[in-house]
């Protein structure tokens, strides 16, 4: 039976860790997703300790010559992850020295992985942030396109699922694309404090060497390396706050998917979804479900459940570094991976249903949704809003008890309830005249609506043609 490799870290053991251990505790079946991050930040070390005089040009240039090749055979599938070499930066150094010889041995001076893997592990969530923002834009993109379909079309508005106001569809719609928007700024704001470079922190204290930790900070992108060693090697709080906007962004997507899924159910009828978003019962012919956004709405629980596992790893452990920490990297690479896919399929969701206007106007009068449009009507009348609401609170009453609307009510019944109303009451009865009555900033009024779409036109660089 051959022996087994010793540890890079072996020099003070005398036996070999056993079996169960070694496969307990590697971490290279998942980190492995941070080569092209761990690459990245060995060739800023290499290049920083040759120009501080700690190792040779010549060693640096063999150094970056052997982790090109590295590199290549990674892409390329050829390269060999070995679980005895522990995680990702174990089995690049290693593989490093098999293929270079001494040059390689150099390369940790003054790096401990402690600082190694909060470095890769900034820059693959730095890269992340990047793309999920793209992909929110996407999802607005989609969102805008589909409110420019629908011009005009109002629906009813609900609080507490029940019927309020009518609302234009384009104006819901948008409330989704600002709920995206400062998804995005969440996200970017963490990049902002997330954008600090660990490199050089060592194992927790620094290190005596001659470093130039500006050097490596500038050379990766970073703002800055961090100021206190023992910080830059400890806290989580950069992925902490990156799982929490995840986590935010999943749950406005999720209340985008139940809203959908009831609006596609045959009790609202209001959209259709297209053959090519939907899928279909195995027991039942008839079915079409719009199951895209019904998952949307249940993998919000795997990115939340996510953001609780850091949570819970991170709220007892001492300072400085644990092996705790290990630990952080699946639920990251988890949400990233459930976000990127729920903003995918929302966007494609988005392009491929259809809003059934005529089910929609039909279902319009139902619910009285032009009651406080009237009780402002009598504001306007100079009655305080209070008598207002108690008044059309008494009219709404007396419609349920004839099983009819406001605007069906004549003058003499209007007038047996208040002698307020007039003849130009009925200019606010109706969802078409309580849609043009909406005026204030933001409200959902056709010329507000069209003043919103102007500006995501514009800030998408979309067109309205």
């Not at 053991?13 to 980190?31: G, L, N, P, Q």
């Not at 991050?37 to 052997?66: F, V």
């Not at 053959?275 to 949307?296: A, C, F, H, R």
């Not at 008890?401 to 009925?426: G, H, M, N, P, W």
């Amino acid at each position: 039976m051959s022996s087994k490799e010793v540890k890079l870290w072996g020099g003070r053991f005398e036996e070999s860790v056993t079996d169960a251990v070694e496969k307990f505790t590697e971490s290279i079946s998942f980190d492995k997703a941070l080569y092209k991050h761990d690459i990245m930040g060995s060739r800023a070390h290499a290049a920083m300790l040759a120009r501080q005089g700690l190792i040779t040009d010549s060693d640096r240039d063999t150094i970056l010559k052997g982790l090109d090749e590295i590199e290549r055979q990674i892409e390329r599938g050829e390269f060999a992850w070995r679980t005895d070499r522990e995680d990702v930066h174990m089995n690049i150094e290693a593989a490093l020295t098999d293929l270079v010889g001494e040059p390689a041995k150099k390369l940790h001076t003054a790096r401990s992985r402690n600082d190694q893997v909060c470095t890769d592990f900034r820059l693959w969530c730095r890269d992340a942030i990047d793309a999920i923002a793209l992909r929110i834009k996407h999802l607005q993109v989609s969102l805008v396109k589909l409110a420019l379909k629908n011009e005009g079309l109002i629906v009813p508005g609900y609080t507490h699922l029940q019927r309020a106001q009518p609302v234009l569809l384009q104006h819901l719609l948008l409330a989704y694309v600002e709920q995206l928007e400062r998804d995005a700024s969440r996200l970017l704001d963490c990049r902002v404090r997330m954008n600090f470079c660990p490199l050089g922190a060592c194992a927790l204290a620094g290190t005596g060497l001659p470093i130039d930790r500006f050097m490596t900070s500038e050379a990766l992108g970073f703002t800055a390396p961090m100021r206190n060693s023992i910080d830059a090697v400890s806290d989580r709080d950069f992925v902490l706050e990156f799982l929490s906007a995840n986590s935010i962004t999943a749950i406005h997507l999720s209340r985008l998917g139940e809203e959908w899924v009831l609006w596609a159910s045959e009790e609202f009828g209001f959209l259709t979804p297209s053959d090519s978003v939907s899928t279909g019962s195995s027991i039942m012919p008839q079915k079409k479900n719009p199951d895209p956004m019904e998952l949307v709405r249940g993998k919000s629980a795997r990115v939340v459940g996510d953001l609780v596992s850091l949570l819970v790893l991170c709220k007892g452990l001492p300072h400085a570094y644990n092996r705790d920490l290990q630990e952080d990297k699946e639920p990251v690479f988890d949400s990233v991976k459930t976000i990127m896919g729920m903003l995918e399929v929302s966007a494609e969701f988005a392009d491929n249903i259809t809003f059934n206007q005529e089910r929609i106007r039909n279902a319009l009068p139902a619910g009285h949704l032009d009651a406080t449009t009237l009780a402002d009507y009598l504001v306007k009348k100079g009655i305080p809003f209070r008598t207002s609401h108690d008044i059309v609170g008494r009219s709404v009453a007396f419609c349920v008890s004839r099983k009819c609307q406001l605007q069906d009510l004549s003058l003499a019944e209007l007038r047996s309830i208040s002698t307020v109303f007039d003849e130009d009451v009925y200019e606010f009865l109706g969802v078409e005249n309580a849609i043009k009555k909406f005026s204030s900033y933001g409200s959902t009024g056709s010329e507000c609506v069209s003043s919103q779409l102007d500006y995501w036109v514009a800030k998408l660089d979309l067109s309205r043609k």
